[in-house]
């Protein structure tokens, strides 16, 4: 079966570093954009060069530095925004313009006081501006999630006709459902005339967590460009984690989808991203948390020892992580102490175990977790251990 490749638009440095404490140097983004380029990323969303000067000296500095990745600066649909991002990109290889406008009729009379009709005109008066610039011009309409689909075909058909050569349909508020976000971007491609000369995008926010849901459902439906960032961060609950959508498609052939990623990268990179952000990733994130392939149940326990595929739908080494721990507690079984006991290079007979495994037990109950400094002293005092459960017995 042909694979169809989506195109993974990267904007860990933009909407990931909105969030606050989250905020990079132009050193530390230069580094960042390098290893997003090394892990295969086709699109890098460098920065809002009109947002301070030191933000389009980074996007400045990481388009001259990058090679046949795309490098993306975002703008409001306001020429001087536009006139900024186009000066930062300009050194690209591959230069991208990202304007737009809110387009939910919320947005149209809350943040504009105007009418779907302005706002049809400076969308598309910002993308043939933009054009003058550059050829690739991505168009977000702010808020689709929450934008009437009539209305959403209308602009983004105009904006299509004005030079527009992707169309980004973000969830900006993460409102949406999986099949609502989904039907969405369906009808899009059925009623946007010229909509098979341009990639449809999907851009979604994690408000209720559908954040990697919606996305997927968007590439089902016919989008080709997922939006997302490393660790998921982004505004408030954050964007759409970029290793889980990756990792779906992979792990799911016969939907007929494949990036560029190279896997393996995956948990160095979130790790790097994490440090240089100085924001901690949660330990239960998928792919990429501390627990994401640790098992502590002596059930779960005792059937990866047996075969890991029992309870891991991946292989650790596909994302980067040496191998699938084991890690003792209470709640761990006796397969689960020998074994972390051989790893350890201690090898004990049946009748060891079953003494060491109730005297392990007294110390699980009382500590959290039983770390390889508990199983040194566990051993060492193996023959006191064995000798008073011999004399008891
Ligand atoms: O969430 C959003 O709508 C955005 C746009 C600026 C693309 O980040
Ligand atoms: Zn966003």
Redesign the pocket.
């Known amino acids: 079966m042909d694979k169809t490749r989506i195109q993974i638009f990267d904007t860990t440095l933009r909407?990931g570093e909105q969030v606050p404490g989250c905020k990079l140097n132009k050193d530390q983004k230069l580094r960042l954009a390098r290893t997003l380029e090394e892990l295969g990323v086709d699109v890098i969303e460098a920065g809002f060069p009109i947002s301070s000067p030191g933000d389009f000296e980074a996007v400045q500095a990481i388009s001259a530095a990058a090679g046949d990745v795309t490098i993306c600066a975002?703008s409001r649909a306001v020429e001087k925004d536009i006139e900024a991002a186009a000066g930062a990109i300009k050194p690209a290889k591959r230069p991208r313009i990202?304007t737009?406008i809110g387009t939910s009729d919320s947005h149209i009379k809350f943040k504009f006081n105007a009418t779907r009709e302005a706002v049809m005109e400076r969308a598309i008066a910002a993308v043939k501006f933009a054009k003058k610039f550059v050829e690739d011009v991505e168009f977000?309409a702010?808020?689709a999630g929450r934008t009437d689909n009539e209305f959403l075909a209308q602009i983004c058909e105009a904006v299509v006709k004005a030079g527009a050569t992707v169309l980004?349909i973000?969830d900006?508020t993460g409102y949406c459902l999986p099949r609502e976000y989904g039907d969405k971007i369906k009808y899009l491609v059925e009623h946007i005339k010229g909509v098979d000369k341009v990639t449809i995008s999907t851009?979604c926010?994690n408000d209720l967590g559908l954040a990697t849901a919606n996305s997927i459902e968007g590439v089902i439906n016919g989008a080709r460009q997922i939006e997302c960032t490393i660790n998921g961060l982004g505004?408030r609950a954050g964007n759409t984690s970029l290793e889980e959508c990756v990792m779906i498609l992979q792990q799911h052939p016969y939907l007929g989808f494949v990036t560029g990623i190279h896997t393996q990268m995956l948990n160095p990179v979130s790790r790097l991203v994490s440090d240089e952000m100085g924001m901690p990733v949660q330990p239960n994130k998928a792919i990429v948390g501390s627990n994401a392939f640790a098992h502590s149940s002596g059930i779960h326990q005792d059937g990866v020892i047996k075969k890991r595929e029992t309870y891991e739908i991946i292989n650790p080494m596909d994302v980067g992580v040496d191998k699938s721990s084991i890690i003792l507690t209470a709640r761990s079984g006796r397969a689960a102490l020998a074994y972390r006991l051989k790893e350890l290079g201690h090898h004990i007979t049946k009748l060891e175990l079953d003494v060491l495994y109730s005297r392990f037990l007294q110390i699980a109950d009382q500590q959290k977790e039983v770390i390889d400094d508990d199983l040194h002293r566990l051993i060492e005092a193996k023959d006191k251990v064995i000798a008073s459960y011999s004399h008891k017995n």
């Open positions: 909407d975002l990202h737009g977000y702010e808020d980004n973000p900006t851009h926010h505004e």
